[in-house]
């Protein structure tokens, strides 16, 4: 079992920026690709970025950023120029199988999520 816990969320002002943070447990952090999801009221799911076990990354914005720490077992998501769009709730998902994926349940975890909001 592994599990995420993201922190970082909160409220900004449209153009500022906020960094996520996810936390994994488990030994074997290295080897899991991981990934972002969000999510606002009335939307469906939506892909925003994801990380393979050697780094390279794919993001569905290009004011969004992600990035691994293995040794913290800590994925991040680096969100700049933010904008009331941008407001949802956002996951932090893992697959233990290293594969990275822009559908959700192609993912084997994921965490409770944490509010972004962007005030106009």
């Known amino acids: 079992q592994v599990q995420l816990v993201e922190s970082g969320g909160g409220l900004v002002q449209a153009g500022g920026s906020l960094r996520l943070s996810c936390a994994a447990s488990g030994r074997t952090f290295s080897s899991y690709a991981m990934g972002w999801f969000r999510q606002a009221p009335g939307k469906d799911r939506e892909f925003v970025a994801a990380i393979s076990t050697s780094g390279g990354s794919t993001s569905l914005k290009g004011r969004f950023t992600i990035s691994r720490d293995n040794a913290k077992n800590t994925v991040y998501l680096q969100m700049n120029s933010l904008k009331p769009e941008d407001t949802a709730v956002y996951y932090c998902?893992?697959?233990?199988?290293?594969?990275?994926?822009?559908?959700?349940?192609?993912?084997?975890?994921w965490g409770q999520g944490t509010q972004v909001t962007v005030s106009s």
């Open positions: 998902v893992a697959d233990v199988l290293g594969r990275i994926s822009r559908w959700f349940n192609d993912y084997t975890y």
